[in-house]
């Protein structure tokens, strides 16, 4: 295993069209503005910061499925091709990304264990629904119905999806927004042993269980980094 940054990101910034934009408009929504960030491989990184602080958009562009308006992104050391052929590829293969809306990460039409096959699939891998479904507390679901999922539990089942895909970097948007203690408990020991198993893993949160668990934490405000904070 090398000391390469997971992602360097250098002056990123992302503008969305105003809501009432008409065409040739260029005032627009500011997502990011000028981040410079670098997360290493190791330890567990934290995106933390008031709602509409651009947690989600980091995570998208760091996630690869949207190119920021300005600056550049380079993971594991090489610089992200523009070509949306190489983005898709590098995405099936090297990053899982856990949708702040879960239902982005399931097929509603799909049982339980059929989702957990078709994110295997994806990767061209295979999986082991029951043992991905224990270890989230979620065992003896297989064969239910994604509409018959509460939040939480469709939550934990977006997360077992990500897991199924074994990326080498895991991204996870508020990964414990609906969850109780308890249920929290599984995403964080699944985090944890992630983290053993040399996987990158970055989470945006506000939750406190999630930031205690953080090997460093970057704070955010209006599309901007303010403080970057490691464990000592
Ligand atoms: N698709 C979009 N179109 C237009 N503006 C957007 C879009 N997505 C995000 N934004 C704007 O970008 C800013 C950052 O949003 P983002 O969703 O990244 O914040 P967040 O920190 O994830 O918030 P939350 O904690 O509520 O999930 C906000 O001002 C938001 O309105
Ligand atoms: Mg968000």
Redesign the pocket.
């Known amino acids: 295993m090398t000391d390469t940054p997971i992602f360097q990101l250098e002056n990123v910034g992302?503008d969305?069209?105003l809501?009432s934009a008409r065409k040739g408009d260029v005032a627009g929504?500011?997502?990011l503005d000028g981040v410079d960030l670098t997360i290493p491989r190791s330890g567990l990184t934290v995106l933390a910061?008031?709602?509409?602080?651009?947690?989600?958009?980091?995570l998208r562009v760091l996630s690869l499925f949207q190119t920021p308006t300005r600056g550049r992104v380079v993971f594991e050391g090489t610089p992200v091709s523009s070509s949306p052929r190489r983005r898709r590829a590098l995405r099936r293969d090297s990053i899982g990304l856990v949708f702040?809306t879960p239902t982005e990460n399931l097929l509603p039409h799909l049982s339980v264990a059929d989702n957990l096959h078709a994110a295997a699939q994806s990767a061209r891998r295979r999986c082991d629904p029951a043992a991905l479904l224990d270890r989230l507390g979620l065992g003896g679901t297989e064969q239910w119905r994604i509409g018959a999922l509460s939040g939480g539990q469709q939550q934990r089942l977006a997360f077992a999806c990500v897991l199924a895909r074994g990326c080498p970097v895991v991204l996870a948007?508020?990964p414990t927004s609906q969850l109780d203690d308890s249920s929290a408990s599984h995403v964080l020991d699944a985090i944890a042993l992630l983290q053993a198993e040399g996987v990158a893993v970055v989470a945006?949160s506000?939750d406190e269980r999630v930031l205690e668990q953080g090997s460093r934490v970057f704070r955010?405000r209006a599309?901007r980094v303010i403080e970057e904070e490691n464990e000592p």
């Open positions: 992302v969305y069209p809501p929504v500011v997502g910061g008031p709602s509409g602080s651009g947690k989600s958009t980091l702040q948007d508020e945006s506000h955010l599309g």
